[in-house]
């Protein structure tokens, strides 16, 4: 469950939220720098998970983490969402931060083992090549189709560079992007 983004409005929201869901464990969030303390505090109160977001930047990620769980949420219940760009908006500094982030907990970085999280779908949907179907060049293809796989393949390069769970904004987005998850582990076996 997460609020708009306002910290005015995110603390007024979450904070009745929590309370009515309390003991389901749900995701709070947006835990952000200047705005965490409230919902840290509602999901303490009220035994849920906190959503901690920072933007791409390993350090920043890692300090709020710390500064969470400073306040009594066990390291197991934060999630970290690094925050990311579409495909060809910013995914390869997003997909690098990932990495790194990956790569320090698999050197014991306790503090970077959380699940990641990240939004493919409010990503993707915003460009102008998932937005726009007419007045562009013919090769861009059909728009529908474009725009659902804008949506996949940000997906997918966001799951291979570490991402946990993904929040997806089109049913047959979701589809294509279990179909490569799928290839990916029968693959492997």
Known sequence: VAGPGQADIDNELIV???????????????????????????ALANN????????????????????????????ERIVMDPTTGALGYGIEYGYSVMERLR?????????????MLVNPGEEAWKVKESKVGEGVPESWGDWQNRALEWEALTASSLVQSGADILILRHPETLKRVKAMIDALLTSAA
Not at 16 to 42: D, F, H, K, S
Not at 104 to 112: K, P, R, Y
């Open 103 to 115: 790569l320090a907990a698999l050197q014991g970085d306790s503090m970077t083992q959380q699940p």
């Open 48 to 75: 849920h998970l906190v959503q901690s977001k920072t933007p791409m930047d390993v350090n920043l990620s890692k300090q709020l983490v710390i500064l969470i769980n400073d306040m009594g949420i066990p390291l």
């Open 16 to 42: 009745p939220v929590a309370e009515e869901a309390e003991g389901e464990r749900i995701l709070l969030g947006i835990c952000e720098e200047g705005n965490y303390r409230t919902i840290v505090a509602a």
